[in-house]
């Protein structure tokens, strides 16, 4: 199913010429779901740098832009179709496309591992299949998700909270009680000011990117789940590539993956800049925070297993640990 698309007539236009500058490179355009220069954007930015350095003569990446150039929600349908080549994106933006892959932000292993044991393949063949994508690698392993307050709670029950969320904590939070208001990144912090959420879903990184540290409380102990920040490349651009080419690709994904190994450093200093910005952390006692990750495992599965309950349970197997 193609998407009629409501971008900017010029960006159509420019996809129709993605340049061939020799018949041995190509240049990829490129778009991310998160504003470039924060969090979300930085290991791709990362990946665009190392392409464009040392895939010279062979894949060149042209960087667009960020949610301004594509809304979030709409990405998932841009690199489908092939509005743009290459995406960075969360599952969480596209489930119309992928709905399993709400699977992803629920693995207990780091994708070199889902890659040893055959996991990455069927992550790969479900987007190939269900978006027209090829999954070329994953960022955020080793990051966790949090529930960010503007007024303390005592325990696991969330009731009589209206908490911004995506796909990510829609199932935790909703067996908890919380109202639920879905919205991109984009409009979190004049939600917040504006008194119509007491709170959001978000990563241990990346709070004080937008400044929302100013309209934060609290964070809430422990993290739970893994960020899953998603390279897609359009499936007929994939098919489309040399073999050389491809393999470039393939050995910038491996690079960029192992900066994953640096986000457990990454947290401490996150946390540190969220006391120091004024954000208290609640900590649930033991039986406290027992239900708050049973609760999030057992939702976030049984979320994936009504939409499809085989795959479900084989992603959950190559997923834990
Ligand atoms: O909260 C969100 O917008 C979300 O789902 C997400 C996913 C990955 C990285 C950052 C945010």
Known sequence: MKFKSTLAAGLLVATAFTSQAS???????????????????????????????????????????????????????????????????????????????????????????????????????????????????????????HLYLTKPVEGPDLSGLTIRTTPVYQAMFSALGANLVRTAPGEVYSALERGAIDGYGWPSQGVLDLGWDEQTKYRVDPSFYNVDVNLLVNLDVWNGLTDAQRAKLEEGAAWMEALNANNAEINTAEYAKQAEAGIETITFDAAGAEKWLTTARDAGWAAVEVVDKPLAQELRACLSK
């Open 23 to 145: 018949a041995q490179e190509v240049t990829l355009r490129a778009v991310s779901a998160f504003n470039l220069d924060t969090t979300f954007s930085r290991e791709f930015q990362a990946f665009v740098g190392w392409i464009n350095e040392n895939g010279k003569g062979t894949v060149q990446i042209d960087l667009i832009g960020g949610p301004e150039a594509v809304p979030p929600f709409e990405l998932g349908n841009a690199v489908q179709s092939g509005v743009v080549d290459m995406a960075n994106n969360t599952a969480a933006f596209y489930p119309n496309l992928v709905p399993t892959g709400d699977a992803i932000h629920l693995a207990e292993n780091t994708v070199q591992e889902q890659r040893e044991n055959g996991c990455y393949a069927v992550i790969d063949r479900i987007h190939q299949e269900q978006m027209n994508v090829k999954y070329l690698a994953h960022a955020g392993d080793g990051i966790g998700f």
